[in-house]
Structures are given as C-alpha cells and as structure tokens.
C-alpha cells in the first residue's frame, strides 16, 4: 500500500461539509431490531434553542468535565454554514484532533441537523467510521472532537496516485473499508447520503474512516416522502436524480461504486453539471431505462418521455483498468433500478475480495447472523443486471 504523507485537509474535508436535514426512512430488507436505530431522535424541528438544548443527552459517556481551553487550536481546517473546524491538539495526552465547533445562535438555536449528526456519531462505533470523542458545550458553543485523520480520499488520489488514479491493491483495500462502514451503518439503521471522496478519511495506517454524517438519516418508521437533495451531484443514484422520495439503502451503494470506478482513473464517472446532464451521463454508460427495463420509472417527477435512447456500454471497455471479476462487483453497485444493487453485506463476500488477507476479507456479522452464501449468475443487462441466486 502507498505509504501516506502527513497533510493537513482542504476546505472541503469531511469535518467542515455544511449540515442539512435528517428525517425517517423504510428500509429495503429486513432488519433485526435494532437499540441503535429505537434511541436515535427520529424527529426533531430545524432548529433548537440553547435553552431547549439535551446536552446531558449529547454528552453521555463523553468526558463532560473537559473544556475547550483542553484543546489547543493548530490552525483552521475549514468553515461551513454552521460550524467552523481545526486542526487541534489535547493539551493533556499530546494527542491531535479535529474540533469541530458548532455555532449557537440565541435567537436560532441549534440546527438540528448538529444534534442528529452527535446522537448518530455516538452510536456508530466501528473501525471504518471516524471517531467521535468528546461533546463539549458551553453557553454559545458545542465542540464535537473528532479523532485526527491525515487526509481525505480525494486528496490522498491527487497526492499519492497516478494523476489520481490508485494502485489495484489499495482500491480494493479501501472498498473493503468502504463496504464493511456502509454495512455497519445499515444494520444499524442509518443511510450516509453524502459518500464521496471528500467524506473518506485515510490516515497514516492506510485505513479508511466514513466521517461527516451531517446528511445522514436514521430510519425505521415507514414514512411516504423524503428530500431528493441527496449526495453530491457525481455520486447520486439515478432514482433520487430521478425524483424518488422513497430511497434506501441502495443509494449508498451506488455511491460507492462511483468512488471505486473514480478510484481507478483518477476522474469522476458521472461528472455532471446539472440533474438533467447528470442522467444523461448515467444513460449514455448504464443504458437508458423504459418501463419495460425499470417497472414504474415513468411515474418519477423528473422522467421525461423523450429522453434520449442510449444503448448499454460494456464497463470492460470503459474501464481497461479493472480485471473481469472487479467489473462484476462494479456491475452490481451499479444497476439503475435499486432493487437490483447489490447490498453492502453481499459486497463483501464477493468472490473479487477472495485474494484479501482472510481477516480482512470476512464481513462483519450481527450477533445472531450468519453470513449469506451466496453465488453469483451475470446475466445480460437487457435481461435485468446480474442477478443473485
């Protein structure tokens, strides 16, 4: 694996995206209960005051004794909408941090969107998502301290590949990082929507962190309608792009197939400028859609009758780059219709991580789960994608 250079984040890290909302979601299988997902707060105003602020919620199991003069501010990482990000250190233990400081405005209160992102990070504790270790508040601040990461992806592909593009072992490692956070975060019941190389994290060990859960959604109570302002123009899947309000799991999926198809090239693979431009770029590679390919495609908002006729391409043309078995993982992330992409968990017993050290290679499973033994059939696209048996 490329060794990593030790490099301060750019104004567009992970810690510093701009917050937007946070609301239900039904999701696409079936799930064991889950405490994670029943403690989560499921419905919260766009705004809270300080004076309404549950900060005795926030901060159990944080070290609520700490201040922020514990913090040694190195210099300013970035600022978004609500909060503004450091480079830190703890003036205790020596360690580095990023501090996130979270504006409290008297008259607008708290966005929302902060309190989900504390109560989400939380609870997703696991080695491929970004650490969150303290929760410090004070009459005007909150102060989120994050474990420190070196870089994000984006900038690790412009520094340490070649014009962007990575070696094949390290891709396949970090997807393997990539899909063991995503199925983490979807047994417990919460969907990222922004996956991008901005919001991967990689430090000095070559590990790779999911961080900025700002858009992130807890689901579990079936609700009828969601925002479609999701993702990251390049990396959005086609359904949201679409109109549909009713995304799952899947959305995420098909993200993470963007940044592998990225990861390989050094160029996005869907660099749209507009939603229109966006899945005319999709059609023109993945095939354009009808109803007899997607079952119900027409009664999306953004579906247009009219919408030019692209035959499907094969990915092995357009990316050389990736070995036949690569391609069929890539092929399953990728399927227009979200029934049909391939679930995180599955993605992880693919027979393209079979030549991982053995440790790695396993899925992480539930208490109680077995993991599935599944085998994989292509099938031609025409005929519904690759299909699992």
């Known amino acids: 694996m490329a060794k990593l250079n030790m490099v301060t984040f750019v104004h567009h890290s992970s810690y510093c995206t701009t917050l937007t909302g946070l609301s239900l979601l039904k999701p696409p299988h079936t799930f064991p209960p889950s405490p994670t997902a029943q403690r989560l707060p499921h419905s919260l105003p766009s705004s809270i005051s300080i004076q309404d602020l549950d900060t005795e919620h926030l ?11 514990s913090f040694q501010q190195l210099e300013k990482l970035g600022e978004g909408t609500y909060a503004t990000v450091f480079k830190g250190r703890n003036r205790q233990t020596g360690e580095l941090v990023a501090l996130k400081e979270i504006h409290l405005d008297s008259e607008e209160g708290t966005p929302s969107t902060a309190i989900r992102e504390i109560s989400l990070m939380k609870e997703l504790k696991h080695e491929n998502i970004v650490s969150l270790h303290d929760v410090i508040h004070t009459e005007n601040k909150l102060m989120l301290v994050f474990e ?10 412009d520094t340490a590949g070649d014009r962007g593009a990575l070696p094949p072992p390290t891709i396949k490692s970090f997807m393997h990082q990539l899909l063991k956070g995503i199925d983490f975060c979807h047994q417990n019941r919460v969907l990222h929507r922004d996956l991008k190389p901005q919001n991967l994290l990689i430090n000095m060990k070559g ?4 961080a900025d859960f700002g858009l992130a959604r807890a689901f579990g109570i079936p609700v009828n309608t969601f925002s ?15 109109g549909s309000r009713t995304y799952n799991t899947s959305i995420d999926i098909w993200s ?17 400028t507009t939603n229109e431009d966006q899945l005319v770029r999709i059609f023109r590679i993945m095939g354009t859609p009808s109803e007899r390919t997607w079952p119900g495609i027409s009664q999306f908002t953004e579906y247009k ?7 499907t391409q094969d990915l092995r043309v357009i990316l050389p780059q990736i070995d036949a078995v690569g391609i069929d993982l890539l092929q399953r992330m990728l399927q227009l219709r979200p ?29 109680g789960q077995m993991p599935m033994q599944r085998g994989y059939a292509p099938q031609e696209v025409a005929q519904g994608g690759y299909q699992q048996y």
Not at 305 to 311: D, E, P
Not at 339 to 367: K, T
């Open 59 to 69: 901060t159990d199991k944080m070290d609520n004794r700490k201040h922020p003069s």
């Open 148 to 157: 420190h990461m070196d870089k994000d992806l984006k900038k690790y592909m």
């Open 207 to 210: 590990q790779l962190k999911l």
């Open 228 to 242: 479609n302002e999701v993702v990251t123009l390049w990396y959005r899947a086609p359904d949201v792009l679409l």
């Open 256 to 272: 993470a197939g963007c940044i592998m198809a990225e990861m390989y090239t050094g160029r996005p693979l869907f660099p749209g």
């Open 305 to 311: 009758s009219n919408f030019q006729m692209y035959a």
């Open 339 to 367: 029934e049909l992409r391939i679930s995180a968990h599955d993605a992880l017993s693919h027979p393209w991580f079979n030549d991982l050290p053995g440790a790695m290679r396993r899925p992480q499973v539930q208490q």
